[in-house]
């Protein structure tokens, strides 16, 4: 019986090709910009800029959920079901929660980066200054990583498969 289990079962060989590590002071120094960024806005403009930058957050992930999941149900039904909203740094959004293809990755955060900033440069007529640049602050703030991400992985083959962690991004080849 155990060497039927053997000959039959089917087993998925990956080979890691590259690791792009996030430290924890690359992580924490992440961390204090929106800090420096609402001083400055603060500042700047005016003291109810908190307001405003508090408000973004929700509105900014929200750009971005709509957008990523719009994109996925464009490319598959399929990969839909692997993306989960997450509150890990420096993966704050919705993000794949298992393997994901590279490309699907690309075309998800591609799509919603420039489309973000396109709706965020379309609401600018008719939001308050403060509210357009907490937006857009916490928008690239979001992207940040997944682009820093992309920009690691941009010489590696389009084939791969990509695991998120804590701490770091894997990027493997079956």
Same mark, same amino acid.
């Given at each position: ?12 060989? #990956? ?12 992580? &924490? ?13 603060? %500042? +700047?403009? @005016?003291?109810? @800029? ?8 929700? /509105? ?5 959920? /709509?957008? *990523?999941?719009? /994109? !996925?149900?464009?490319? @598959? ?7 989960? +909203? ?8 919705? &993000?794949?929660?298992? +393997? ?9 955060? #591609?799509? @919603? ?13 008719? $939001?308050?200054? *403060?509210?357009?640049?907490? %937006?857009?602050?916490?928008? !690239?703030?979001? &992207?940040?990583?997944?682009? +820093?991400? !992309? ?10 498969? =990509? ?5 770091? =991004? $894997?990027?493997?080849?079956?």
């Amino acid at each position: 019986m155990p060497e039927d289990t053997v000959t039959n079962a089917t087993f998925y060989q #990956y080979r890691l090709l590259k690791k792009l590590l996030f430290p924890k002071a690359l992580i &924490m120094s992440y961390l204090t910009i929106p800090f420096i960024w609402l001083a400055a806005e603060m %500042l +700047f403009i @005016s003291w109810t @800029s908190i307001f405003f930058f508090i408000l973004s957050i929700p /509105v900014a992930l929200w750009i971005q959920y /709509v957008i *990523s999941r719009s /994109v !996925l149900i464009v490319v @598959s039904q399929v990969n839909r079901k692997r993306w989960k +909203f997450s509150l890990h740094l420096p993966w704050i959004g919705y &993000m794949p929660d298992q +393997f994901i293809s590279y490309a699907v990755f690309r075309r998800v955060h #591609y799509h @919603s980066a420039w489309m973000g900033f396109c709706i965020i440069a379309i609401l600018i007529p008719w $939001s308050p200054v *403060s509210f357009t640049f907490s %937006l857009f602050f916490w928008y !690239l703030w979001l &992207m940040t990583p997944r682009l +820093f991400a !992309l920009i690691g992985l941009r010489d590696q083959p389009k084939d791969g498969m =990509l695991k998120f962690n804590e701490q770091d =991004l $894997s990027y493997y080849k079956q």
